[in-house]
């Protein structure tokens, strides 16, 4: 019997995090005159699926997510907020964990999920 991997509380966090942010930022996207909307709405779309791909423990949700928090990190220094430099590097600390990194690692892609198993007795008759 398999045990199903449990997704550490803080990677929920973020991904409901990325995924409930993006989704509020898409409908105030509007809201923004000219193409400032447009971007505005591009974003929140990337956070929603990255939000989406950390919640099912995708590998390249992660990677997106650590690229997305440092460019945040450098977004906080124009102009210059700590709390925008703060809070993206404790989550990018938090992504770049050995502890974390092996739990989107385990994770089975769905390329050996589709590959079946050979039994003793197929193995037999070849």
Partial sequence: METKSKRPFGVSFLGWFNAVGGALIMLAAPVKPGPAAA???????????????LLRLRGWAR??????YALGILGG?????PIRIIVPALFLV?????QIGAVFA???SPKSMAEKPVSKTDQKAA
Wanted: charge should be neutral.
């Fill in 106 to 108: 385990d994770r089975p």
């Fill in 94 to 98: 938090y992504l770049c964990t050995p």
């Fill in 77 to 81: 220094f124009v102009p210059l907020n």
């Fill in 63 to 68: 990677l997106l997510a650590i690229i997305c």
């Fill in 39 to 53: 971007i505005l709405f591009v974003a929140g779309l990337i956070s929603v699926v990255l939000g989406v791909g």
